[in-house]
């Protein structure tokens, strides 16, 4: 009897176990892209001349929404992308610097768990190739240490892509780490190129992780196209001549592609010209030289990073994965401009030991290619209008999400989150290693990817405040200001996208309403007026003009 009793127990054991396998096994694989400072129209599926076939697959298999939000700056919106918190509850309201308050402390706090803490709590491999830039001065902030099996890349927000020099720029040079699992790398000079790495990393984690019986997580962050231009001579190569037309031209191409293809409505508005980008046809002919071989660069940055893309995509098919996987793209802000204005005298952060594009150069976009990027939006990264933090979006799982649409959306990388764990039935720690968490504040978007419902309906307004710069947006209605003003404009996104026509001034009430909701949110928040840090100004990468 008491052996009967044993070889059943056995019996049952084994069969829980392989039951549990089993639905480990069938939970979904999540991988998220996340691109540096490209701008909303930069893809070839939402209107560029820029040749991305991997990810105009993903597109044409899946959805892309017209409207998605980021945070319009590199580690704020990744401190918001990897914790589902407002950048300020998770301890970036304003870079990866610390500016001695809890909210801008320029880390990851403990109470706002990452993607990796919260699947691998739920049974998920997890694993990150790419930039990190929410925290490195403690190695207790790295990727391994905030839930990452795996990683491999940089620590802070920026690097060449043929060598890990420090950049030159600043009063002391600005220091670069590569970093595979905890351990310092040292490759050679011009051994590599390094979105070519990132992605490497990528196959070979997930070839790592085959051997596991587990879903995994795989969070994929390019650094590509965030300065400094460099690229491989075969893919610029590419691009030679394809720029000649200039940036007028090229957008009016873009906003009729947009429409033609449906991310741009109508019916929807267009962001006026940018008065301070020079006319193309009054540049001069070297003038033209030296801009084309800037974007030649950033598009065979583009073509790079889609090439690696394409690498993932044939491991997830290798590993008979796909089927079973949702992959998001997205970027983490819009194109770098506003403070880059014409001045070919004075640009800053260029280095000429070698022409645009090589190893030994050190060039940026610039606001006027940046002009296209965001085309047909209003303004630039660091900045609330809708050029700054307007992401494409591209979401692919086969057989779950329908074929070639396009929705609205109203996407925020604050439903992220919500998002994936709903999809891997996780369930959201409300204590995590004797820490009470921060509750999430996003909204799932299943129903928008799964079940074509055309925006997220969360209830409430969204909000944003980054350097002074603010704003809200609900339903229909966008308020936003720019610092130092503090002068609201409030615009009807619903038709006027481009945000040509302020009706702040007949619309008082709802000014009111809204401004108000944002003086609650940014109390509840953590948000500290910015006038009252006092601060030095100095360029840092991220691309803005922040301050130390």
Request: aromatic share 12%; charged share 25%.
């Amino acid at each position: 009897m008491k052996k009967t009793i044993i070889t059943l127990n056995l019996l049952l054991s084994v069969v829980s176990v392989s039951a549990q396998n089993k639905t480990t096994s069938e939970k979904p694989n999540i991988i998220l892209i996340m691109v540096d400072d490209m701008g909303y129209s930069d893809l070839g599926n939402y209107g560029s001349e820029i040749k991305t076939p991997n990810l105009d697959k993903l597109a044409s298999e899946g959805l892309r929404l017209r409207e998605f939000y980021n945070n319009s700056i590199c580690a704020p919106t990744r401190g918001s992308l990897l914790t589902g918190q407002y950048q300020h509850k998770a301890g970036m309201g304003f870079f990866d610097v610390n500016l001695g308050l809890p909210a801008y402390q320029g880390y990851l706090n403990k109470e706002s768990l990452t993607l990796g803490e919260v699947f691998r709590s739920g049974g998920y491999s997890t694993l990150l190739s790419g930039k990190w830039h929410v925290g490195s001065e403690d190695q207790a902030q790295w990727p391994n240490q905030r839930g990452f099996d795996k990683f491999y890349g940089i620590l802070k927000g920026a690097s060449n892509y043929f060598d890990t020099k420090p950049l030159p720029f600043g009063k002391t040079p600005y220091p670069v780490k590569l970093i595979r699992n905890n351990e310092e790398l040292h490759p050679k000079d011009d051994s590599y190129y390094f979105t070519d790495e990132i992605g490497n990393n990528a196959v070979t984690f997930l070839d790592e992780q085959n051997k596991e019986n587990k879903p995994f997580f795989l969070y994929l962050a390019f650094t590509a196209p965030h300065w400094p231009l460099q690229a491989k001579p075969v893919d610029i190569a590419k691009y030679r001549g394809k720029f000649d037309e200039g940036w007028d031209v090229l957008r009016e191409k873009r906003i009729a592609k947009l429409r033609a293809n449906g991310i741009l409505p109508a019916d929807q508005t267009v962001s006026p010209r940018d008065p301070e980008v020079p006319e193309w046809s009054k540049l001069t002919y070297d003038e033209k030289q030296f801009w084309k071989a800037k974007m030649e660069v950033y598009a065979a940055m583009v073509d790079n990073m889609d090439q690696n893309v394409g690498k993932v995509l044939e491991k997830l098919k290798a590993l008979k994965k796909d089927k079973n996987t949702l992959i998001i793209f997205i970027s983490d802000n819009g194109a770098q401009g506003g403070f880059n204005t014409y001045n070919p005298l004075g640009r800053g952060l260029v280095r000429s030991d070698g022409p645009v594009g090589t190893s030994g150069s050190f060039d940026y976009q610039e606001q006027n290619w940046a002009y296209l990027s965001n085309t047909p939006l209003q303004q630039y990264k660091n900045n609330m209008h809708e050029g700054g933090f307007s992401s494409p979006f591209i979401a692919w799982f086969p057989s779950k999400i329908k074929a070639g649409r396009i929705d609205k959306g109203t996407g925020h990388i604050i439903d992220l989150a919500p998002t994936f764990y709903e999809l891997a039935g996780i369930e959201y720690p409300k204590q995590y290693n004797g820490v009470t968490t921060n509750p999430l504040v996003g909204s799932s978007l299943l129903p928008v990817l799964f079940n074509n419902v055309s925006q997220v309906d969360r209830g409430a307004p969204l909000f944003w405040e980054r350097a002074g710069n603010r704003a809200v947006r609900d339903g229909k209605w966008k308020l936003v200001s720019t610092y130092p003003s503090y002068e609201w404009e409030l615009y009807n996104i619903e038709t006027d996208r481009g945000e040509t026509t302020n009706v702040a001034q007949q619309n008082p009430g709802i000014v009111n309403t809204l401004s108000a909701a944002y003086f609650d949110w940014a109390d509840k928040t953590g948000v500290v007026e910015y006038s009252k840090f006092k601060l030095k100004t100095e360029v840092m990468p991220g691309g803005a003009a922040l301050k130390k």
